[in-house]
């Protein structure tokens, strides 16, 4: 069989060297392909399950921190509401007095509803004339009855009960154990809870100051009613007291049932009870310190009087390297701030750490499962890589003595089942196919799709002189073998020298060099492909001979010019083919051989391409139909003639 030419051979080195990384990295991709995907996926499921947990933790501590601190709020209002609700109550007391016939009645329903009110330390009632009736419970249970004596200043009468000697009846409870006289210059007109309820005429709650009676931080609710008395209408303010030691005791109770601590701020952000500190506040003053200090410092960033203050927040923070959840709320009938706070550890602890308990064992299953998905991958891999090395072949169109692949993986016996009917199919249609051309445009990278490009090419055309009488006188079967063997061996020959077969038309051939690859010196290949092409013929044609056969009598023309290469046709029916003046000029050098009696005729710029390497006679000099410029034609010589 002949050797291939070195730059055929150098090409295929090329396309295998290129194939070889490709074909490597296709064999690591394809054994890690199932791995690739299981790992993706579960680490995908796991991360998804891992962030939705997360936010469905989140999501639940933020609801039971939401649900706690509006626990706390409902409290804190029924607290103030019941409060208000006696204050109101005696404000509307059609027969209140502060003094007179009419105030030891007054008295008594102050002292009864003062018993049924836990939340309030007194409840007490003035006029304008600067009377006051007051019932206390804090520091000790007592009656006061408040005159005022002009420029002497105030008479107050001091009733002591005796809630503590343990009485039954009401009536006992109400007993006076001792009564004090005391002039003092308390006049209740000019306290603050009485002059802003006299001023604004409505209800008002007031900021902390100091109890006359008991000498402690608390506030005050206050209720203005004007009242028709006989020297006219008079101004009667009902007011009742919580010391912030009791308020903090209820705030601290609230809050004991939940997770975290609370807190209530006045409106000026000042603490007035707070659960995270045994006992009241004893004087006013701005958190500086721990958690409550952070928060305080986080809310003192809104302005004051912005709208934000007076709505429902909820933030994280952090203190001490501790995260605590937070939220506050703004209590519209005191102008107070609820603020509430619980550990995140505290209330999520036990449901992160069961999440990263499954998160773990997520963890340990992925292990697993990537352990199977690699037994899995190498029982996958082998027929797989087989498989791969079929379809390169087929795709190369490589189609003889492929190897057949079995698997018990269906999809895998379904595919060579599959390479193998496209390779049985190939091999029939590739005999109707220029298979190396379609080989080196697929090495090239081309598509097959409808194309061209201008190309210097040799192009070669190829007759058999006399063969329409010769058909007429063969039989058939003798004519398709002769044919065939003739085709056969200038097929070889054509391959051995780079040329490209572009076409069989009956007896003769379209042959093509520099297209569809580049080929260096083309004119002399061609040339020499000739040469070689009638020298097989002869021998061809003497083997004929001897078995009383008819001989093929050859004529070439060839020329070298600029042609439009590429794939041409139809949509459904492609050709790779070469079109233009230069394949028309090659076809009519070839026709001139019966006019001059010659066998191999080459135009004068194949002549001149190459250099006098090989012998070449000047014949003629034609008109060619459709051409401006005369042709001169060379016939190439087998042997070199000697010279003069």
Known sequence: MPTKDPGTASASAAASSSESPRLRRFRVDVGTIILLVVVVQSLLLLGLSYWGSQRLVGA???????????????????????????????????????????????????????QQSPELDSVYAADDLGRMLMVQRYPEAAVRHIRSEGERGTLEVWEFKGLSAGRQSAQERYLTERTELRHTQYDPRTRDWFVHAATSGHAIWTSPYIFSAAQELGVSYAVPAWRQAKEGPRLTVASGDVTLKRLSEFVRLFSRAGYGDSALLGPDRNVLARSDVPGPALHLARPEHGVLGAIHAHLREQPHGSALRKASQQFPLVVD???????????????????????????????????????????????????????LAKRVTAPVEQLSGIARRIGRLELDDLPRVNSHVMELQHLDQALDESARGLQAFRRFVPVDVVRQLLDKGRSLA???????????????????????????????????????????????????IDKFMGDGMMVLWGAPNDLPDAPLQACRAALALMQALDELNAEWGSQGLQPFDTRIGIHTGTVVAGVLGAQDRLAYTAVGDTVNVASRIEAINRELGTRVLVSETTANALADRLPVRRMHTVELRGRQRPLNVYELLLTRRPGP
Do not use: C
């Open 450 to 500: 409808p194309s061209g490009e201008p190309r210097e090419v040799t192009v070669m055309f190829t007759d058999v002189n006399g063969f329409t009488a010769l058909a007429e006188s063969l039989p058939p079967a003798v004519l398709v073998e002769q044919l065939t063997r003739y085709f056969n061996v200038a097929s070889e020959v054509i391959a051995h020298h780079g040329g490209t």
């Open 321 to 375: 390297h501790q995260r605590y959840l937070v939220r506050s709320s703004y209590i519209p009938t005191t102008g107070w701030t609820l603020v509430s706070w619980v550990p995140e550890d505290k209330l999520l602890g036990g449901l992160r750490r069961a999440v990263l308990l499954a998160l773990m064992g997520g963890v340990a299953f992925l292990g697993l499962v990537l352990w199977l998905a690699l037994r």
């Open 60 to 114: 639940i501590g933020e609801s039971a921190h939401r649900a706690d601190h509006q626990r706390v709020e409902d409290k804190v209002n029924a607290f103030l509401a019941r409060a208000m609700l006696v204050v109101e109550a005696i404000a509307a007391t059609p027969s209140l007095k502060a003094d007179g016939a009419q105030g030891k009645t007054s008295a008594e329903l102050l002292w009864v509803l003062l």
